[in-house]
């Protein structure tokens, strides 16, 4: 019996643990998250998003002190955030305002084969962040 038949788990929070609580809001701020003023200095941090999930920002330091073994991960991305534009003119902007403030661009614009607009931006602790828009809303 798989574990699906027994309960119901709903994902409720994406949680992201970072090394500059301070960098790491700015940056999702950016991106039209309603992060609250001054949750700089805090160690855990919460936003609800519309529907109902929520991320949250964890200071490394906040992991250790439950999981005193947690070390940084190291290679490559194992998640991703996505973050839907209006037009595929959309994520060339924010894509553009992101690198212009200092962000590390990751993979510029570009026309993908599935039918979007697509970009990849690094936040501050070098996960990958994307950009898309489908292609078909620059025509509508």
Not at 14 to 22: E, K, P, R, T
Not at 42 to 55: K, M, Q, S, W
Not at 93 to 112: C, K, T
Not at 116 to 129: K, M, S
Request: a negative charge.
């Amino acid at each position: 019996m798989d574990i699906a038949s027994r309960v119901t788990p709903r994902l409720d929070l994406v949680g992201l643990v970072v090394s500059d609580m301070a960098a790491s809001l700015a940056f999702y701020r950016r991106l039209g998250l309603d992060v609250p003023e001054g949750a700089e200095s805090a160690p855990h941090v919460e936003v609800a998003l519309p529907g109902g999930l929520r991320i949250g920002w964890d200071t490394e330091d906040v992991v250790r002190s439950f999981d005193p073994g947690w070390e940084r991960p190291g290679g490559g991305n194992r998640i991703e955030l996505a973050f839907r534009c209006g037009t595929p003119a959309d994520v060339d902007a924010v894509y553009e305002e992101l690198v212009g403030a200092g962000y590390r661009g990751h993979l510029e614009p570009w026309d993908a084969v599935w039918g979007q607009r697509y970009a990849v931006v690094l936040d501050p602790d070098g996960c990958g962040v994307s950009l898309f828009a489908d292609a078909a809303a620059a025509s509508a």
